[in-house]
């Protein structure tokens, strides 16, 4: 277990004073250290990062010794990290990455949440959630364009294209979830956020994600109705176990027109159970952790039964990303799959071109050169409306969180062209340091999780796990900075595989091949991931763009190309 020997409070270097012997190695060293951040990590002291217990490295040993590593290495030497651990350098050579990742894989017939935690216990493992264990995190602001563009979605099938006059009901507050209030309120909607940890409604509230926070649900509800009925944007916060409170919510037959949850549903240990005290919750967890799963997974039948219901009543219900149903469903709750997960319901079109949320970093600390990549890239996609709007939309909203950044949806080709604009400006000496540039493991290309990313693919291969580890090989190959390959994130143990990768812009000739042969590589596997499972658009976008699928020709009985 990683446990708080050695804390301390860890913030990335600013500024364009190398630390480490390259940018490589020093964009390596200040994401690990933003991960950690106060401002950015939900639980630092642990080095958790967000999402439950996502880390960032296995203890603070460790973290030292990776510290350590990358001030030495050298440009063509590259560190290998097991599950949060440095465990070698070899000699590689310049385009190589510099860092090798792979966290919590565990051989699948062991892959259970029980024998991770064995392996967590004996201080051989560390789950790294997705971008914390790859260390590329940046906060709540790290989804929060992909929360607003799925309630975007919403809006556009169901409410006319904006969430004014409509109220959604949610729970968790954390790292990912506390996105969701800011990016409904941006929708225009109002939303009541059941969370039980008063320090999560207090930190939302200070980072500006959350407005306002009600003293009860009878006050709650008042609050929220009329915010609704004078279509008033607006996100209130209650101090609440959704378990207890959203069967509440539906026995009063209250008119919610969207319901969702983010609560850590992911491993039952972390779901809150209502009715036990903070104390008894910790000694229930540590010392008969079974009775705590089976407890944690009958209160999830019970909210997801009250989804359920919702869902009957013609409420807009769907997972967001977290197996809340599948934890429902050993719970006891059997119809806990009425209802989608969001990427089948409203993203899977979109992953069909490739369109994800990559992010851009300024490693110098200065929230002008994120100014001045913003103008770049409005002036770039003058002609994308969902581009410019996002980008004006963040500049005004998004509050800086540590290192600053950016994200943006963009698709196979898109990302290559922002990834030069982004190169350009630092060649120029537009920006102060270089920039990393990466993405959520939520992309079309770089994840297997049959419970959301790949639920219901068209041919069936829902649990096939080939193709995030090709979409590593393949950024690896292409010039990445740092690759990881992860299991367990989102959904939990045994449910998902998944990569990351950031690529270094430092303006060289070097990085604008990496940059472009990275950015086109990476989204193109997941054009072919979707072309393969046979989706229309998928094919028809991979021959528009030149994509060499060879199995589709000779399906297509255009013989061997
Ligand atoms: P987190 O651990 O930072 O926050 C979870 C929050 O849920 C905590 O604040 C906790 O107090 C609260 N909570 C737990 N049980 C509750 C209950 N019964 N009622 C009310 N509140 C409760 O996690 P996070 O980073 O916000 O991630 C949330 C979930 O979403 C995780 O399961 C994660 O794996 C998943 N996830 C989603 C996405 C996405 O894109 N939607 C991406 C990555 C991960």
Known sequence: MAGTAGARTVRAPHGGDLTCRGWAQEAALRMLMNNLDPDVAERPEDLVVYGGNGRAARSWRDFDAIVATLRRLADDETMLVQSGRAVAVFRTHEWAPRVLISNAMIVPEWATLEEFRRLEDAGLTMFGQMTAGSWAYIGSQGILQSTFETFAAVADRRFGGTLAGTLTVTAGLGGMGGAQPLAITMNGGVVLCLEVDQAKIDRRMRLGYLDAQADDLDHALAVALAAKDQRRALSIGLRANAAEV?????????????????????????????????????????????????????????????????????????????????????????????????????????????????????????????????????????????????????????RVQGLPARTCMLGYGERARAGKVINDLVRDGKVRAPVAIGREHLDSGSVASPYRETEGMLDGSDAIADWPVLNALLNASSGATWVGVQHGGGTGIGRSVHTGMVVIADGTPLAALRVDRVMTNDPGSGVVRHADAGYPRAVEFAAEQGIWTPSLSVEAGKGTP
């Open 246 to 398: 959203l069967p509440e919510i539906v026995s009063r037959d209250v008119p919610v027109d969207i319901a969702t949850d983010q609560t850590s549903a992911h491993d039952p240990l972390l779901y809150a159970v209502p009715g036990l005290s903070e104390r008894e919750t910790a000694d229930l967890r540590a010392n008969d952790p079974r009775t705590y799963v089976l407890r944690a997974r009958a209160s999830m039948a019970d909210h997801v039964r009250a989804l359920s219901a919702l869902h009957d009543r013609g409420t807009e219900v769907f997972e967001y990303g977290n197996g809340i149903r599948v934890e429902a469903d050993l719970g006891g709750f059997k119809r806990a799959f009425d209802f989608p997960g969001f990427i089948a319901a409203y993203i899977r079109p979109l992953f069909c071109e490739a369109k994800g949320h990559c992010r851009w970093i300024a490693l110098s600390g200065d929230p002008a050169d994120i100014a001045v990549i913003d103008a770049a890239m409005l002036e770039e996609f003058a002609d994308n409306q969902s581009v410019t709007r996002w980008l004006r939309l963040a500049a005004r909203h998004v």
